[in-house]
């Protein structure tokens, strides 16, 4: 763990959201099968999973455009499509927590914190994801891509977030692993933190990124906890 700000008086965390997709749930088996059946579906071959799963963070036709980036924009919106309906089918089936996230919640629930998910996924996907994982009666609050008029990094669905759980922005820990997550975050003025451990690319730069913690894996998020 990494801390890339001095702590600011009177801002101690009292909640904690999470991003969805590479941050609290590794989502990206499911995302990538979808892709690899709707691409044999359109005659093109299997991507192979550690080449996609970058993308998995970053939505539906990021993981298109990565797969055929030499097709047309017709063609990749037939597979987006088909992706689509895949998911809709297969959505939670190979998906789970990823290390360190039980304990993690086991601990803010102990510690009586909020939580909560703001995630781009729209809610017919995020939700039934969550019901699958068990984690409904854990939350505090769900926004999804379409919760709001806009999504991240616009600061509608985090403001939104704060208000259901009734917590000030400022004493939020808003965890994500791409940089429009850190973006909300900072926009918001909620306490970014970057979960290392999720679907960074190799040119992704999360040193640049406007966050208050780095963690390598969310075992150091519950040590941060532990030293309060």
Do not use: C
Request: glycine residues 8%; without cysteine.
């Amino acid at each position: 763990m990494s801390i890339s700000q001095h702590p600011v008086p009177g801002t101690e965390i009292q909640a904690v959201l999470f991003d969805l997709d590479g941050t609290l749930v590794d989502t990206a088996p499911d995302l990538i099968e979808a892709l690899n059946l709707s691409l044999e579906t359109a005659g093109f071959e299997r991507q192979q999973p550690e080449f996609i799963r970058p993308f998995a963070s970053h939505g539906s036709m990021a993981m298109v455009n990565a797969a055929i980036a030499f097709a047309s924009e017709e063609v990749k919106a037939q597979v987006r499509q088909g992706l689509l309906e895949h998911y809709q089918v297969i959505n939670g089936q190979q998906s789970q927590l990823f290390d360190g996230i039980a304990p993690l919640l086991a601990q803010l629930k102990a510690l009586g914190l909020p939580i909560g998910v703001v995630t781009n996924k729209p809610a017919r996907f995020a939700r039934p994801l969550i019901d699958v994982l068990g984690l409904n009666a854990q939350l505090g609050t769900i926004i999804s891509g379409d919760s709001t008029l806009y999504s991240k990094p616009h600061t509608a669905p985090m403001l939104l977030a704060a208000q259901q759980i009734a917590v000030a922005p400022a004493h939020i820990l808003y965890l994500g692993d791409a940089l429009r997550d850190l973006q909300a975050a900072h926009n918001a003025n909620m306490q970014g933190g970057i979960a290392l451990w999720g679907y960074l690319a190799r040119d992704d730069e999360p040193a640049s990124w406007p966050s208050r913690y780095q963690f390598n894996s969310a075992f150091e998020v519950t040590d941060l906890f532990s030293l309060k």
